[in-house]
């Protein structure tokens, strides 16, 4: 079954605009991690935004911020004010703890590519 | 500051050749992670380790196998190379459990 989903393989926003990717989990460990990493074409990682199951408040880090629903297991990133260098793909990620016989294993959704329009 | 290196960058194999990919880390990060990346799949996890001297399974291990001998290495090895492994190889490090991984800048292997 699949870990980590991203239903949405593509997405169009205006410039200046907010645009919310969405990513649902499943995992049966009360102790994980959520993240969400930006891949332009130029091909490497970067890492965006950090979320812990028992972090009480939703994370943020400049534009982006997470809408972390724990009892719905979803973990939105919101970018806001999008900009022409935002279009990439985005991946969701989740750690689980060992509980879950995870052993801290870092497993990706498929993506959402995102293009920024003028 | 290197970060996370793979060694290489790019190869061609032939169908049967074996190769080993090397991933190098400074960060004296505790745990590593190979996964390869094709189009439409995402990331998916091949084999991880969460400190020196052990390793796991991932997703999609079946035809690869590592190592992880010393802290900061972590090695990839294909055996019998087949056009299905033909794909971009990421490796990743982190520090603990509860921080980001850092990547580096992907092999991507061509299998003939």
């Known amino acids: 079954a699949q870990k980590i989903t991203q239903t949405q393989p593509g997405m169009f926003v205006q410039e200046k605009e907010a645009v919310t990717l969405d990513c649902t989990y499943d995992?049966?460990?009360?102790?994980?991690?959520l993240f969400w990493y930006k891949q332009p074409s130029s091909g490497e990682m970067i890492f965006l935004i950090y979320q812990g199951s028992y972090d009480q408040q939703n994370a943020t880090e400049g534009r982006y911020s997470l809408n972390f629903q724990k009892a719905r297991k979803s973990a939105n990133l919101v970018i806001s004010a999008s900009q022409l260098g935002d279009s990439a793909m985005y991946f969701c990620?989740?750690?689980?703890?060992?509980?879950?016989?995870?052993?801290?294993?870092?497993?990706f959704g498929t993506g959402t590519q995102l293009k920024v329009e003028l | 500051n290197a970060g996370v290196t793979q060694t290489p960058k790019f190869r061609v194999l032939k169908t049967g050749q074996s190769m080993t990919l090397l991933c190098a880390q400074d960060?004296?990060?505790?745990?590593m992670y190979w996964y390869r990346q094709d189009p439409g799949m995402g990331l998916r996890l091949i084999h991880y380790s969460v400190g020196e001297g052990t390793t796991a399974k991932g997703e999609v291990p079946d035809g690869y196998n590592v190592s992880r001998l010393k802290k900061q290495n972590f090695l990839l090895g294909l055996e019998s190379a087949a056009p299905s492994q033909t794909s971009v190889y990421f490796c990743?490090?982190?520090?603990?459990?509860?921080?980001?991984?850092?990547f580096g800048q992907g092999t991507r292997l061509t299998v003939v």
């Open positions: 990743a490090s982190s520090y603990r459990a509860n921080t980001e991984a850092f």
């Open positions: 960060m004296n990060h505790e745990y």
């Open positions: 995992t049966s460990d009360p102790s994980y991690g």
């Open positions: 990620a989740m750690r689980e703890g060992p509980a879950a016989g995870g052993g801290n294993k870092l497993t």
